[in-house]
């Protein structure tokens, strides 16, 4: 793969004056009709031999184009903004909205191949690693993010000699430092790492362009057409509709979904619901002070059907809690800050710290319940979400974040009593809308999509817990019960 950037590539000082002022003025015409039409993100990667000229490549970009709508991630491989939170928190964070441009100079391929080439990890842990880069990438493409990855090379004589000149002047001595020359004795591992990860994820949707990094000219020229020419090629492509098809469904081989295995008749006396009530949230309020409680954190999903009960069983939980380890985040419509981003990003910045917990009213499963259902978005976009919610979650494990998820669960007949009750009653009619209405409609298509969700993204990781929620008083004992002996686990 480095092969064709050792061959001496150059540009001389005629032709580079030349073309350069063309490249730019394109450039920026392009990155401003990006602006415009508000039609993708686009994410810049820049990786590479220390000494190539990655620092220069990214100060290139910055006077070619207009700053204001770029942003810069020059991320160490590791941070103190990280802690509680997965390795990839800290990059689905500064994700750029639609058109604007982000340039990474520490990437999510950093600290894999620093931690293979010291031999942190085996060449097994590492292609893990790739394959959850393989799955991001996938998911911003999919997401409409134009990716863009190039690989700075210097052969080891090459390097060696930039190294030298650059320590023989006293005003670029500084960019040299020791790290540099022992990366240098490490040239061969650092190659062969960084070839393996690279044939590895050069993807249709997001390939590798390896640029020699020896002569500037030829460096500035090659890279400033290839994103030029990606961002043109992207603005004139025509719009793809994206309608919505009939919804799969996964039938169980016995006809009997998940729903239908609720018993919604169950109840409990009033006077045992508050003595268990008490019970409960004293060992979860004991539970969130433990010693160890510090050294996670936690992440609680309710979901369920109109007027379940979602805000009564929330309140129950924070009533057991220290008001300052933990945010309630209720999730509706999308903003245009939003929208403008990939689906899970919203969900991603409210990611609680260590000590802490997240709850979510409803959550990053709309996009397989009510987009689904109401058409908000296509098919293939709400097919493809069980997989990346699945990965998200597991990521969210793996990193030692609890997560808790609710489905609560009531009749037909108990979601009617229940809509006319908050009518009738003045300090509840807020509770009640028309969209209430309107969804009730659609009970049939939202059981479907309950059902399939369930039995797609119910994993060991991270399972469902389904409750019959007709009785609130179960329900919220239902709720507390399933997080104490989540936390009790864990800890």
Request: proline letters at 4%; hydrophobic letters at 40%.
């Amino acid at each position: 793969m480095f092969e064709s950037a050792e061959l001496g590539h150059e540009i001389d000082k005629d032709r580079y004056d030349k073309e350069e002022p063309e490249l730019r003025a394109a450039l920026l015409k392009a990155q401003y009709e990006l602006v415009k039409t508000d039609k993708f993100p686009v994410v810049i990667i820049l990786g590479g031999v220390d000494g190539a000229g990655k620092g220069d490549t990214l100060n290139l970009l910055n006077a070619w184009m207009d700053p204001r709508h770029m942003s810069t991630n020059a991320l160490r491989p590791v941070g103190d903004d990280l802690v509680g939170r997965p390795p990839m928190w800290r990059f689905w964070h500064a994700l750029p909205a639609n058109g604007r441009v982000a340039v990474f100079v520490g990437s999510w391929y950093s600290r894999p191949l620093i931690d293979r080439v010291y031999g942190e990890i085996k060449t097994a842990k590492l292609d893990q690693h790739i394959d959850e880069i393989l799955r991001l990438e996938q998911m911003l493409a999919d997401e409409g993010t134009l990716l863009l990855k190039f690989w700075l090379h210097l052969s080891k004589k090459a390097q060696k000699k930039r190294f030298k000149e650059l320590e023989e002047h006293s005003s670029t001595s500084w960019r040299v430092n020791a790290t540099d020359w022992k990366h240098l004795e490490m040239y061969d591992k650092f190659q062969s790492t960084a070839e393996h990860i690279l044939r590895a994820t050069s993807t249709a949707e997001a390939p590798w362009l390896v640029v020699e990094g020896g002569d500037e000219r030829y460096r500035n020229l090659t890279i400033g057409r290839a994103i030029l020419d990606s961002i043109r090629r992207r603005l004139d492509e025509p719009a793809k509709p994206r309608g919505v098809r009939a919804a799969a469904r996964l039938t169980p081989i016995d006809d009997v979904s998940v729903l239908d295995r609720l018993d919604l008749s169950q109840t409990i006396d009033k006077e045992v619901y508050k003595d268990e009530l008490a019970e409960l949230q004293g060992r979860l309020n004991r539970l969130s002070r433990h010693k160890r409680f510090d050294k996670l954190s936690v992440v609680c999903a309710f979901e369920g059907s109109d007027a379940a009960g979602k805000g009564g069983a929330i309140r129950r939980v924070t009533q057991a809690l220290d008001a300052r380890k933990y945010d309630v985040i209720p999730i509706a419509a999308p903003t245009d800050e939003e929208k403008a981003r990939p689906y899970l990003w919203r969900f991603w910045r409210n990611l609680p710290e260590r000590g802490r917990m997240t709850i979510y009213d409803r959550s990053w499963y709309e996009r397989v319940l009510v987009e689904r259902v109401e058409g908000y978005c296509s098919e293939s976009d709400w097919m493809r979400a069980y997989g990346e919610i699945n990965d998200f979650e597991a990521q969210l494990v793996k990193n030692k974040i609890v997560v808790v998820k609710y489905w609560l669960q009531i009749s037909k007949d108990e979601q009617l009593a229940r809509f006319k009750a908050r009518e009738a009653t003045p300090f509840k009619n807020h509770k009640i809308t028309q969209e209430d209405w309107r969804n009730r409609e659609k009970w049939d298509d939202y059981r479907t999509a309950v059902n399939d969700m369930v039995e797609r993204t119910s994993t060991n990781e991270a399972p469902w817990t389904v409750i019959a929620a007709n009785d609130k008083y179960l329900a919220r004992l239902s709720v507390l019960r399933t997080l104490v002996e989540a936390l009790d686990k864990a800890l």
